[in-house]
C-alpha cells in the first residue's frame, strides 16, 4: 500500500482542522469538542469509504458492526483523540488513523490472534506533525544512566503511575490524550507511557502501530499483547516504553499490583 494513502485520511483532516466548519475558533467549549468529534469523523469515514469501499471500519465515533470480524481489512481509528484538549484549544490531541489485517504474518494461523496492525498514521495538527509506520525511526538505545521521563495524563493520571514513576526515580510529564503520550515516547520526548482503568481499541491502534515500528516495546501492564479487531473493544491498560526499561516497568506494576490489589 503507498504510504501516502494511508497517511492522507491523518494529513486531510490536519489540513482542515483550522478552516472546516465545527473546527473553527468561533465555536468554543465543549460545543467545539462535539463539532470537532463529528467533523473528524465525516471528513475520515468519507475518504475510507471512497478509497477502501470494501474494508471495515471500527470508529470511536461510529456505530459498530459485528461484520468487522469477519472482514480481512479494518480500519481502527479515532477521528479526534484528545475531544477534552481540542475544545480547549490545546495542542496535545490527535488523529489516529489504523489498518488491522487478517493474516498479517505467518505466524497468525497458528495463533489465537488472527491478525495485526500493518499500517499507521498519527496525526498531532497542533503542532503541524504527521508519524506513521512506514517512515518512523527507531530510536536508538537508551544509555544506561539516561534520566526516565513518564508521560502521564494532566486531569487523571492512574494510581499506578505513582508505582512506577518512583521505582523508576521517574520525572513526570503531564500532556494530554493517549496517542500524544504514545507519540511522545516515539518521539524521544518521554522514555515510557503507563495506563491503566480504561481505554478503547481506537484509543492507542495506531500509536501502538507506530511505536512498534520504532521498535518500542508495547503490552498490557500484565505484559500479554495487546490484541486489536476483538469483539469488544474495550482495552483498558497498555505499556509503551523503551525497551531496555519495559522489564523494569512490568515488575513494579507487578508488585504494586501484589501488593495493592489494584491493577489502576
Given at each position: ?32 469538542g462535539k463539532a470537532g468529534d463529528a467533523k473528524a469523523q465525516e471528513r475520515i ?138 507519540a511522545a515516547v516515539v518521539r524521544g520526548q518521554v522514555e515510557a507511557y503507563v ?46 516504553c523503551r525497551p531496555e526499561i519495559a522489564d523494569r516497568i512490568l515488575s513494579l ?12
Amino acid at each position: 500500500m503507498p504510504t501516502q494513502r494511508l497517511t492522507s485520511p491523518g494529513r486531510q483532516v490536519r489540513s482542515s482542522s483550522r478552516s472546516a466548519p465545527g473546527f473553527t475558533p468561533d465555536v468554543e467549549g465543549k460545543a467545539r469538542g462535539k463539532a470537532g468529534d463529528a467533523k473528524a469523523q465525516e471528513r475520515i469515514a468519507a475518504l475510507l469509504a471512497e478509497r477502501f469501499p470494501h474494508d471495515a471500519v471500527l470508529s470511536e465515533e461510529a456505530r459498530d458492526s459485528a461484520a468487522r470480524l469477519s472482514a480481512d481489512r479494518v480500519w481502527i481509528i479515532d477521528p479526534l483523540d484528545g475531544t477534552r484538549e481540542y475544545s480547549e484549544d490545546r495542542a496535545d490531541w490527535a488523529v489516529h488513523v489504523a489498518l488491522w489485517t487478517r493474516g498479517a504474518t505467518p505466524a497468525d494461523a497458528a495463533t489465537d490472534f488472527p491478525g495485526e496492525l500493518t499500517a499507521a498514521a498519527v496525526a498531532i495538527p497542533g503542532e503541524d506533525v504527521v508519524l506513521d509506520t512506514a517512515s518512523v525511526e527507531v530510536l536508538p538505545a537508551l544509555a544506561d544512566d539516561a534520566p526516565i521521563r513518564l508521560a502521564v495524563s494532566r486531569s487523571r493520571p492512574p494510581a499506578i503511575t505513582e508505582a512506577v514513576r518512583e521505582g523508576l526515580g521517574a520525572e513526570l510529564v503531564p500532556m494530554g490524550s493517549a496517542g500524544v503520550k504514545i507519540a511522545a515516547v516515539v518521539r524521544g520526548q518521554v522514555e515510557a507511557y503507563v495506563h491503566a482503568g480504561g481505554q478503547y481499541q481506537w484509543d492507542s491502534a495506531a500509536p501502538v502501530a507506530i511505536a512498534r515500528a520504532a521498535g518500542l516495546h508495547t503490552s498490557r501492564i500484565d505484559g500479554s499483547p495487546l490484541v486489536y479487531n476483538e469483539a469488544d473493544p474495550y482495552l483498558p491498560d497498555l505499556v509503551v516504553c523503551r525497551p531496555e526499561i519495559a522489564d523494569r516497568i512490568l515488575s513494579l506494576i507487578a508488585s504494586h499490583t501484589a501488593t495493592s490489589g489494584e491493577d489502576s
